[in-house]
């Protein structure tokens, strides 16, 4: 068991779970520096604001050891698959950077709404678990959600390719007064190492981060193993084609990386 019968009950009512200080520090801290080489690399997967600055990289589970760990950590998939009742596969990983002061605003949608339109995922049988790498404030471009929005079912929306670097299915004011109304909007924050799992028709949004504070989340996309997706569209790298059940890693599994890596745990 990983969760109480109260937290299930508060995530099927509410579309979220936060679980502060989840993870440790130290645990933490080797995956901030991987974080930063990670972006500075020339590659495809790195995606970028139009300022230049880092805005998310894609996959890391698959070419970065300290991410392949996190990805497959039983505190992680764990709950996830107590709540989604079967085995879980990797659909997307992302280290989002919300980087200080160039950190650009994710706009209202949800996530299965894109996973549906775009990837052909059957049910929303999958959901988003958020990891805080670095300290999430209420002024550094916290995630901000509308309880409740996951009883909606999927929501008409447009595909906004304008606002930002990277294409979004978005939701118009209107959509967002009226669930706003009913559930109001809520900023989970806590230091690195929270946690927050979130249904896949959750309703949020994240605000451009002018602070000189930098504002990390990776997100482990899990979907249950039999819902997997129908449509191959996307890159790999975004929509995974891998539908093997993850093999959690031991418990002591980043503990045991930042020991093998001093210099990088110790930054
Ligand atoms: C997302 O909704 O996928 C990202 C939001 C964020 O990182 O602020
Ligand atoms: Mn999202």
Not at 68 to 79: F, K, M, T, V, Y
Not at 153 to 159: D, F, I
């Amino acid at each position: 068991m990983f969760l109480t019968a109260q937290q299930r009950e508060d995530f099927d009512r509410e579309g979220y779970l936060f679980l502060p200080s989840c993870f440790s520090d130290r645990e933490m801290q080797a995956l901030r520096v991987e974080a930063e080489t990670i972006y500075g690399q020339d590659r495809e997967e790195v995606w970028r604001e139009k300022t230049g600055a880092p805005r998310t990289a894609f996959a890391a589970h698959t070419y970065n050891e300290a991410y392949r760990r996190l990805g497959a950590h039983p505190r992680l998939i764990g709950p996830v698959t107590e709540l989604l009742g079967e085995a879980v596969y990797m659909h997307q990983f992302k280290i989002n950077a919300k980087a200080a002061f160039d950190g650009d605003v994710w706009q209202w949608h949800q996530d299965y709404g894109t996973w549906a339109r775009d990837d052909g995922m059957p049910e929303p049988r999958a959901m988003n678990i958020a990891v805080f790498l670095d300290e999430v404030l209420p002024i550094n471009g916290a995630l901000m959600f509308i309880p409740r929005s996951h009883k909606r079912g999927v929501l008409e929306a447009g595909h906004d390719l304008q606002t930002t670097s990277y294409p979004l299915w978005t939701l118009d004011k209107a959509t967002v007064t009226d669930l706003a109304k009913e559930g109001g909007i809520v900023a989970p924050t806590g230091p690195a190492g929270s946690v927050i799992m979130f249904h896949g028709n959750l309703v949020h949004a994240s605000p451009p981060n002018i602070t000189p504070y930098q504002r990390k989340i990776v997100y482990l996309t899990l979907c249950a193993v039999s819902n997997h997706i129908t449509k191959f569209q996307r890159a790999e790298w975004i929509a995974h084609r891998d539908f093997t059940p993850i093999e959690p890693v031991a418990d002591d599994a980043l503990m045991t990386y930042a020991a093998e890596h001093p210099a990088v745990a110790a930054e």
